[in-house]
């Protein structure tokens, strides 16, 4: 390998114990001049992300508002299609997968409600089999019950991470309204201090709480409890999760970047070589076939739709149906696939923006309208 590619990895770190053992083979390879060997051991790590599978159980008590709750954090209206049914009594019998709609591998479990006769607390992990899942968000509506700690606690001792949601804030708001000097940020810290402090007291440890609204996931702190998971996740569970989140903030789409990012140089390795021949080109077909693979992916991570070539096109600056015409080497490819990782996470930036000043008119407007 010509000694100019060797600076690309000079400065590559992650934090993650598996992925830096994956980084320091990569690394090895490739400076020791076997490049076939490294764009092999780029496809491995390309192909366990693929295959990385995250599990999220949801749980609490019937009618909690469980199932509009996994239909917000998928980005899902009720009544779509794909969401978790909801208005039902005591619907969930046994655990059913709800996968987010762009990202089938990341799934988010709807468990049965938890303080029923036939879901106890001191048997309800047994059932629902909670080894299967990677961490649990217990959801809670208006009034804290001893379940929701005992359940926290049994989590807890079982060694798995656990969430707790408090749902239906808004009509906590509009009820605390009526009073006299109502305060927005004393009555939330007042209601997610009660959930902290009953949870403390029946010796659960530091408790995580987060008030959300199924109508208005962004308002509180739902940007908050997604951008918590994916800060607690470690390796590839951690970019999935990313991956499949809707863009409901800044702070998620810069995560969301980041991890692709983390992906650009292996997928342009894969352009460096040929059989085992360790040359900078691989056949033309196979280069493009990389750039259309991976911005495709990028357009469906931002959820900007699938059909990118014409963004493609414009960039080789030629007609489309001649782009396949184009041999494309590492560096070019690396280049290629950084510019078209900007420029799709500045257009889901600007959807964003665009998106949150029509909620702040939407809100404007309602206020206006409850005032007069």
């Known amino acids: ?57 949801i749980t609490g008590e019937s009618g909690s508002g469980k199932s509009s709750f996994i239909n917000a954090m998928r980005g899902l209206k009720d009544d779509d299609e794909g969401a978790a049914k909801v208005d039902v009594t005591e619907a969930t019998m046994k655990p059913t997968p709800y996968p987010y709609p762009n990202h089938s591998n990341v799934t988010m479990w709807d468990l049965p409600g938890i303080g029923t006769l036939n879901f ?24 804290f019950k001893c379940t929701h700690a005992e359940l926290a606690w049994e989590i807890q001792k079982m060694g798995k991470k656990f969430y707790f ?15 006299r000097n109502f305060n927005k940020e004393k009555t939330l810290e007042k209601i997610r201090d009660d959930c902290v402090q009953k949870l403390q007291k029946e010796g659960v440890s530091s408790p995580q709480v987060f008030l959300v609204s199924r109508w ?5 702190d739902g940007c908050k409890l997604q951008e918590t998971l994916a800060d607690e996740l470690d390796g590839h569970k951690k970019d999935v999760f990313l991956l499949a989140l809707q863009n409901i903030s800044r702070p998620i789409l810069e995560k969301k970047k980041g991890a692709l990012e983390k992906e ?8 460096c070589t040929i ?4 040359i900078p080109f691989l056949c033309i077909k196979c280069d493009v076939d990389i750039l259309v693979k991976s911005i495709t992916e990028y357009y469906k991570a931002f959820g900007l739709g699938d059909n990118p070539l014409p963004l493609l096109a414009m ?35 600007s959807v964003l923006t665009s998106a949150l000043a029509a909620d702040v008119k939407k809100s404007e407007r309602l206020y206006i309208s409850t005032t007069v």
């Open 264 to 271: 650009v140089w292996k997928r342009a390795l894969l352009s």
């Open 315 to 349: 960039y080789i600056e030629k007609p489309v149906p001649k782009v396949e015409a184009t041999g494309i080497s590492f560096v070019i490819t690396y280049a290629m696939l950084q510019m078209f990782l900007d420029d799709v996470a500045e257009e889901a930036e």
């Open 275 to 278: 059989g085992a021949v360790p």
């Open 216 to 220: 208005n996931f962004s308002k509180y």
């Open 120 to 143: 106890r607390s001191d048997t309800y992990l047994q059932q629902v089999k909670f080894t299967c899942y990677d961490f649990f968000i217990i959801v809670a509506s208006e009034r």
């Open 165 to 179: 949601v408090r749902s239906k804030v808004d009509g906590d708001m509009e009820n605390e309204k009526r009073k």
């Open 1 to 57: 390998m010509e000694p100019s590619y060797s600076h690309r990895f000079q400065d590559l770190t992650v934090n993650s114990p598996g992925m830096l053992e994956i980084l320091r083979e990569i690394k090895t390879t490739v400076e020791t001049g076997t490049l076939s060997e490294a764009a092999a051991k780029a496809q491995e790590a390309l192909k366990l992300l693929k295959n990385t599978k995250l599990n999220i159980a």
